[in-house]
């Protein structure tokens, strides 16, 4: 089973709005990335946030962290269209290096 | 700056063929992953490398090896192709204890099609 779920699976705005999309993983991590992946293209990194972090923000994007809940998300604020991708969190577990991915959110921004 | 650079971009083979992908680190990173990422799926782990030696192992079939050579570049040969190998391959790269520990930089990724 994945190490982290999202939700929702898919998510269909109007620019301008925010978009909030939640992951959950299951057994403690180092910490929590989150990526974004045009249609069949490749991985963008937009943030990390280690697992003494509860809040980090770049530009538009807010990233929070709740360990005790072990759960994330990630606000991104005013949308555009050009936001349109696929988001995935990925948590690297606490004795291991690689990243385990969530099953990721489609996001959708309409104009 | 340097980006983790994968070749092929695109590869069309044929069932039972056989593949090499190649995956050429970020300057001074030590450390490779593989991943591979099937339509609508997400990407997962297959095997990693540092400093040459295997250093965990994913969901990665028999039919799969990868190795890390000297100048740090890693390939993944894949034999006996299958229309289920039909995916993005994605390697990503990592400095050891780097300040950024344990953020993996992504190449572009390697898209295979077997038919």
């Known amino acids: 089973s994945q190490q982290g779920e999202e939700d929702p699976q898919a998510l269909s705005i109007q620019e301008g709005e925010n978009a909030t999309m939640n992951c959950s993983y299951k057994t403690s991590i180092n910490n929590l990335q989150w990526y974004r992946q045009n249609s069949g293209r490749g991985l963008v990194h937009l943030i990390l946030i280690r697992s003494n972090e509860r809040e980090k923000h770049s530009g538009r994007l807010r990233v929070t962290l709740d360990t005790s809940k072990k759960s994330s998300s990630l606000l991104i604020t005013a949308s555009r269209a050009a936001d349109t991708a696929s988001y995935f969190c990925?948590?690297?577990?606490?004795?291991?290096?690689?990243?385990?991915f969530g099953q990721g959110t489609r996001l959708t921004i309409n104009p | 700056a340097a980006g983790v650079i994968q070749s092929p971009r695109h590869l069309i083979k044929e069932k039972r063929e056989t593949a090499t992908l190649k995956c050429y680190p970020i300057p001074r990173h030590d450390t490779v992953y593989w991943y591979q990422q099937g339509p609508g799926q997400d990407p997962q782990f297959l095997i990693s490398f540092y400093e040459k030696m295997q250093s965990d192992k994913g969901s990665i079939p028999d039919r799969f090896s990868a190795q890390q050579f000297s100048d740090y570049h890693s390939e993944l040969n894949m034999s006996s192709l299958e229309l289920g190998d039909s995916a993005l391959y994605f390697c990503?790269?990592?400095?050891?204890?780097?300040?950024?520990?344990?953020?993996?930089?992504f190449g572009p990724g390697t898209r295979l099609t077997v038919t």
């Open positions: 990925a948590t690297d577990l606490q004795g291991a290096q690689k990243l385990v």
């Open positions: 990503a790269s990592r400095k050891e204890g780097g300040s950024l520990w344990n953020e993996q930089y």
